[in-house]
């Protein structure tokens, strides 16, 4: 298949929606979700490093002081780059160690992320995940965003579990397994509609938080 481009994710949530009426439903109420995107290489892996575990604000401050510590953001010019002024971008001791071991599998060509493209999915997440901090979340994450791959679904994904519990009016929310077995009839355009299932759970999300603020009583104005 082709790569996932907004042209292509339109066409195959498009596709989907003709056999699945809860993906029908779901496009005619939101629309269709962003492309999310980002350049495939050593800086997103190492992103996807500097993003786990914390919340996207320190994350967001951590990453700007490491584009401007290790310039230009490779894997080499990474290695090249002293403890301590990495340390002092806000790494974490654990996130440091992770980085460093993808910086230097990638420098050494121990992992060839060149190579990935001409990789199965499931091969290229088996190359991604002998690197420390990349488990199979991110290793999935990267194939979608970077790759464009176009059937990813990153079934521990908790915002794609609680899109898949809305959209699928499910009681509780599916595991790992009810996920990828709710989502065998979306193959082989799983990406599309991951991309949906965030989507849906954000704006479900915000239509909860309005409904809640127009609950809540009038300040002011009493007699």
């Known amino acids: 298949m082709t790569v996932l481009t907004l042209r292509t994710m339109r066409h195959d949530l498009r596709t989907?929606?003709?056999?699945?009426?809860?993906?029908?439903?779901?496009?005619?109420?939101?629309?269709?979700?962003e492309l999310r995107r980002r350049p495939p290489g050593f800086a997103t892996l190492l992103r996807a490093i500097v993003f786990q575990?914390?919340?996207?604000?320190a994350a967001g401050a951590i990453w700007k002081r490491i584009e401007a510590a290790v310039v230009p953001l490779t894997a080499e010019a990474y290695c090249a780059t002293g403890d301590d002024a990495i340390r002092a971008c806000g790494f974490s001791r654990q996130?440091?160690?992770?980085?460093?071991?993808?910086?230097?599998?990638?420098?050494?060509?121990?992992?060839?992320?060149d190579?990935?493209?001409?990789?199965?999915?499931?091969?290229?997440?088996a190359q991604l995940v002998k690197i420390k901090g990349i488990g199979r979340w991110t290793a999935e994450i990267y194939l979608m965003f970077a790759l464009g791959r176009?059937?990813?679904?990153?079934?521990d994904d908790l915002g794609l579990v609680v899109g898949m519990q809305?959209?699928?009016?499910?009681?509780?929310?599916?595991?790992?397994?009810?996920?990828?077995k709710l989502a065998e009839a979306w193959r082989p355009r799983r990406s599309a509609a991951?991309?949906?299932?965030?989507?849906?759970?954000?704006?479900?999300?915000?239509?909860?938080?309005?409904?809640?603020?127009?609950?809540?009583?009038?300040?002011?104005?009493g007699i």
């Open 95 to 113: 996130k440091l160690l992770y980085a460093r071991s993808l910086a230097g599998l990638v420098a050494s060509g121990d992992v060839p992320l």
């Open 150 to 155: 176009r059937d990813i679904l990153p079934a």
């Open 53 to 57: 575990q914390i919340s996207i604000h």
């Open 16 to 33: 989907l929606a003709r056999a699945d009426a809860q993906v029908a439903a779901a496009l005619d109420r939101f629309g269709y979700p």
């Open 194 to 221: 991951a991309h949906l299932l965030w989507h849906y759970f954000h704006k479900t999300q915000d239509a909860m938080r309005a409904g809640k603020a127009s609950k809540k009583p009038a300040k002011g104005g």
């Open 115 to 125: 190579a990935l493209d001409a990789m199965d999915d499931e091969a290229a997440i």
């Open 166 to 180: 809305r959209l699928k009016c499910l009681a509780k929310r599916p595991d790992r397994k009810r996920m990828l």
